[in-house]
C-alpha cells in the first residue's frame, strides 16, 4: 500500500510556470513509477508524464513535452512536476499516481496504476 498526497497547485497566468509535489508513505518508494495525469471538466483522465523508479527514464505526453518536467526524490519520497510555460488548456485536476515496477516500460493508462492522491487542482487564466 502506498498513500499519495498532491501539493502545489493554484491560479496562474498563461506562460507563468508551477510546481506540483506528490509525497508518498506507506511503503518503499523507490519500487514504484511514478505518473502524473489530469482531468479537465468533461473530458477524462489523460497522461502527463510518467518517471522510472530510479528516475532514470521519464516518458510526456505530446502536449506537454517541452514544456513540463517530471522528477522524483527517493530520498524525500517525493516526484514533483515542474509546469513551465502554462497555457489556459492546461487547466485540470493533477493527479499522482503510482505503480509497482522496477523497469523502463511506459505506463501511460490509467489502468495501468495501482494508487492514486486526490488530486491538486491547476488552474490557467488567458
Known amino acids: 500500500q502506498v498513500q499519495l498526497v498532491e501539493s502545489g497547485g493554484g491560479l496562474v497566468q498563461a506562460g507563468g510556470s508551477l510546481r506540483l509535489s506528490c509525497a508518498a508513505s506507506?511503503?518503499?518508494?523507490?519500487?514504484?513509477?511514478m505518473g502524473w495525469f489530469r482531468q479537465a471538466p468533461g473530458k477524462e483522465r489523460e497522461f502527463v508524464a510518467q518517471?522510472?523508479?530510479?528516475?532514470?527514464?521519464?516518458y510526456y505526453a505530446d502536449s506537454v513535452n517541452g514544456r513540463f518536467t517530471i522528477s522524483r526524490d527517493n530520498a524525500r519520497n517525493t516526484v514533483y512536476l515542474q509546469m513551465n510555460s502554462l497555457k489556459p488548456e492546461d487547466t485540470a485536476v493533477y493527479y499522482c499516481?503510482?505503480?509497482?515496477?522496477?523497469?523502463?516500460?511506459?505506463?501511460?493508462?490509467?489502468?495501468?496504476?495501482?494508487?492514486w492522491g486526490r488530486g491538486t487542482q491547476v488552474t490557467v487564466s488567458s
Open positions: 518517471i522510472s523508479w530510479n528516475g532514470g527514464t521519464v
Open positions: 506507506g511503503s518503499t518508494f523507490s519500487n514504484f513509477a
Open positions: 499516481a503510482a505503480r509497482q515496477a522496477k523497469n523502463r516500460v511506459m505506463f501511460s493508462s490509467s489502468v495501468q496504476y495501482n494508487y
